[in-house]
T-cell receptor, first 109, second 113 residues
């Protein structure tokens, strides 16, 4: 059974304080890994797809990396508007999609 | 504008009264899916559909039905809702397979009394 575990559950940072969020996964045959951002009361918003170990993607202050067992979402010099819940997900071979429970990120001005 | 539209956005109803949550996408996507989101449990897939007339169970299909008669629509049906189906529901679509980025609707908050 596919499994996705995210840590930490919640993270509070001062504005400008860089950190990383972790997503570890177990899936038979990696077909990709997604990162999404979710704001309160909204649907998840797509950020990145990573398809193979060693791949990296960047968008503004966010950078996602992928190894064979986990993915990291690095946030550099965050701003208050980066506060959100960050979700990762992996597709299974049967076309199901498994999400982690997310990391709730709060950036304090 | 590319979007996934869910209706209603909010619904309070009573146990046993059949309800349907509609989902429509305007991107000509093949893959559509329903999720429920509960505190501490995250997003869990209920049903998904690879194409018209093709549907499959996700991780939590009990108590739900779906149909895919047209490519753009994927309604979620609760034949006899119960309080444990109180949740926030999301519909999503992607171009072809589950390993393509999903576009999500804004959610439907269901309360079953």
């Amino acid at each position: 059974e596919d499994q996705v575990t995210q840590s930490p559950e919640a993270l509070r940072l001062q504005e400008g304080e860089s950190s990383s969020l972790n997503c570890s996964y177990t899936v038979s045959g990696l077909r990709g890994l997604f990162w999404y951002r979710q704001d309160p009361g909204k649907g998840p918003e797509f950020l990145f797809t990573l398809y193979s170990a060693g791949e990296e993607k960047e968008k503004e202050r966010l950078k996602a990396t992928l190894t064979k067992k986990e993915s990291f979402l690095h946030i550099t010099a965050p701003k208050p508007e980066d506060s959100a819940t960050y979700l990762c997900a992996v597709p299974g071979g049967n076309e199901k999609l498994t999400f982690g429970t997310g990391t709730r990120l709060t950036i304090i001005p | 504008e590319a979007q996934v539209t869910q209706n209603p956005r909010y619904l309070i109803t009573v146990t046993g009264k059949k309800l349907t949550v509609t989902c429509s996408q305007n991107m000509n996507h093949e893959y559509m899916s329903w999720y429920r989101q509960d505190p501490g449990l995250g997003l869990r897939q209920i049903y998904y559909s690879m194409n018209v007339e093709v549907t499959d169970k996700g991780d939590v299909p009990e108590g739900y039905k779906v149909s895919r008669k047209e490519k753009r629509n994927f309604p979620l049906i609760l034949e006899s809702p119960s309080p444990n189906q109180t949740s926030l529901y999301f519909c999503a679509s992607s171009s072809e397979y589950s390993n393509q980025p999903q576009h999500f609707g804004d959610g439907t908050r269901l309360s079953i009394l």
